[in-house]
């Protein structure tokens, strides 16, 4: 029988290791309450209690993923073969380090690996949402404003998308075989490619005239979201196909380092892409149904009068008046997205299976045997993941509150 | 309103009619070809052979003719067995006729399941009705719950009842099915002993409390949430509407309010939300069938996905595309109905 800290032991143990989040979470409470009155709405979030529980919970998460690497005191793949399906607060006997959450059946530190699976759902649930309502805006707005043929073409294309069962789109988009074909590349290329537009669209109608503001503007707009869209379309598997293809030249191109500052695995792409592709169409539906509503008040016939192109109206004066609803389904759709990640997980589809996002980790953790004898190893990442979707949730909520009180 | 229905035909028609062609194209992908390939013929194959398998079964075939000889255009060909020489059927277990023939979805005919060596006419409608039992249960619990939890939330807005009643539909609505599934099994499987953790038994031995309340448990929870909230929020609006504070004012009771004029007029939201809400609980279907071992729909579609069992993919894809569009047509069709004030034109 192996040493164990016990139940104090594992809650102060839990307490310390968080150190680095509750002294971020310190700061920043410190700083709303200095300047609550000039943060607008996101100040007047701290009058309700929803509204503080679900900032807590999410910035944890947030500095959770940041320092990972301080908080977690193992590798999250790495084995101690003596730790297998430790209970929570076993003390290593050879090292003397505990593990909070028990180890699992590979050995592995449970704790440190809900702690890395934060890392990888923080980043790619906001990017793919954040990615999602670009194209969503960017289609969404034209089809409500205009109406007519492009509204019956692309919410025919949408409701294409909606009516696809989420989970049978994930198997055919993510399984492993699919990175040998063009279809994902072609996909993520074409997805990348609209925040630059919608950027430059916005910067253009914006400052259209105006040569000493518009050339930078839209020079910068060009090289920043090109220079992303390189960086993550630079995978090594993209680059093989395209030398396969005898496109080695922009193969060679994609290798420079200036490409690979944030180098993207494969694996995660691929996922990133499918979300992307599977929320994108809601957002459309929401943003085209706001179009609709807000293009009949008179500010709208105000700027049509005086001779505004359809784009200025769309992008200044509709959009900063849809901003309420669309930061709410945001902050929802971002939940939404981690359930997404965690279904992918959970069947085993994109992440690679030494993966410790919180999806495969569950599923790790709900094999019979496991779920009966060793519980812990499920409810760790299983608790991980509400909590941060509750958070999200909570935070809607408030906000929702908020800006309807506006 | 016939208009309007033919409109909605015609556009689920072309609906399905496109999805079937995407699924098509994404099973029959190279890879997933060769995946196909591997797992028909004996494992340790050269790629010649592979290539062989597939020419020979006429998945080599222009892709427009497989197509149309799913669809029941043109007509399946047999393959020549190279031994003898003669016209053998493609898939012995399916019987499939050993002559030419069309015979394809149009004709009823959804094709030869490959992973379970059957016709996935044997296989679907047993999985549909296993799911339809469980999604009976499912609604049975989670409908009355969520509406009767709205109605007392959305009843008295900001009283004690109501925000603690919003408090447990936040968290529900925030604990997708493999959450709830595995703190569940967790607590009463094997914490408590109470239930059974797995679902099987249901299949052969006939659904109990035992082995059919963990599931229905689950996929009632994460829904229960959502619904209850919308109710909620349409009963609270309905509360603050003019014909409600008349009634008040000419004396009638709260309970003869709420019961005889609000709650009418506040269900008519949730009514769509609940029919919207069956392309959800078909995500759930697969994530509960496969944790608690329940060979439904959702079990067969894993299975068949990850075999790359071309048919029974596509057949899979069109039952839940036609779930999602028939749902989507009641909904429009109910709130016409139900809502006076809305007349379909």
Known sequence: MMENVGAFGIITGFASSFWPVWLCLAAVFVVIY??????????????SNVGILGVILCLFWVFTAIFADVIAPLDPRVQVSIMQNAVPGSINPDTGMVFLFGGDLLARDVFSRVVYGARIVLTIAPAATMIAFLVGITLGLPAGYFGGRIDSILSFFANLVLAFPVILLFYLLVTPGIMETWLPYALGGGLFVFPTLFFFVLFYTRFYGRNDKLVPYLAATVIA?????????????????????????????????????????????????????????????????????????????????????????????????????????????????????????????????????????????????????????????????????????????????????? | MLRFLAGRLYVMALTMLCLSFVVFYFVNLEPNLKKLAVTQTEMRVTDADKENWLQRNGFRDNFFVRYGRWIGLVAKQPVVDPATGQMVPRFRYCDEPSVATVS??????????????????????????????????????????????????????????????????????????????????????????????????????????????????????????YIARMTRASMAEVMTSQYIR????????????????????????????????????????????????YKGFGWLLVNAASNNDIDLVLACGIVSVIIVLVTQLISDIGYAFLNPRIRVS
Request: proline share 4%; charged share 15%; with cysteine.
């Open chain 1, 34 to 47: 200095f300047f609550k009155k000039q943060l607008g709405i996101f100040g007047r979030l701290f009058n």
């Open chain 1, 225 to 406: 979201g090109g220079w992303i869209w390189m960086n993550l379309m630079s995978t090594s598997t993209f680059i093989a196909k395209l030398n396969d293809a005898g496109l080695t030249w922009i193969g060679s191109l994609l290798n420079w380092r200036i490409f690979n500052i944030f180098g993207v695995d494969p694996n995660e792409l691929n996922i990133f892409i499918a979300v992307v592709f599977a929320s994108a169409p809601g957002v459309f539906r929401i943003v085209r149904g706001l179009t609709l509503d807000i293009q009949t008040r008179d500010y709208v016939a105000a700027a049509q009068t005086r001779g505004e192109t359809p784009w200025y109206i769309m992008l200044w004066e509709l959009l900063p008046n849809a901003r309420g609803p669309l930061i709410v389904d945001a902050c929802l759709r971002i939940g939404y997205t981690t359930i997404l990640l965690g279904t992918l997980g959970f069947f085993g589809l994109g992440m690679g299976p030494e993966s410790p996002d919180w999806g495969t980790t569950i599923k790790d953790g709900s094999q019979v045997a496991q779920l009966r004898l060793y519980y812990w190893q499920g409810v760790a990442p299983a608790l991980a993941l509400m909590s941060l979707v509750l958070g999200l949730n909570l935070l809607a909520d408030a906000l929702r509150e908020e800006s309807l009180r506006d």
């Open chain 2, 104 to 225: 394809g979805v149009i004709q009823g005919d959804f094709g030869c399941s490959t992973a379970f060596r059957d016709k996935v006419s044997n296989r679907l409608p047993q999985a549909l009705k296993a799911t339809g039992i469980l999604m009976f249960w499912v609604m049975i619990v989670m409908i009355p719950v969520a509406l009767i939890l709205g109605v007392l939330a959305g009843m008295r807005e900001g009283s004690r009842t109501d925000r603690s009643i919003s408090s447990v539909s936040i968290v529900t609505s925030a604990t997708p099915e493999y959450v709830s599934a595995i703190l569940f099994t967790a607590l009463f499987a094997s914490g408590l002993g109470w239930l059974n953790g797995s679902a099987a038994s249901a299949m052969t031995r006939g659904i109990s409390f035992y082995n059919f309340t963990l599931p229905v448990m689950t996929m009632a929870v994460y829904g229960v949430g």
């Open chain 2, 246 to 293: 008349t009634a008040r004012l000419k004396g009638m009771g709260f309970r003869q309010v709420v019961l005889k004029h609000a709650l009418r007029n506040a269900l008519i939201a949730p009514f769509t939300v609940i029919m919207l809400q069956f392309p959800w609980l078909l995500t759930g279907v697969v994530v509960v069938e496969n944790i608690f071992s």
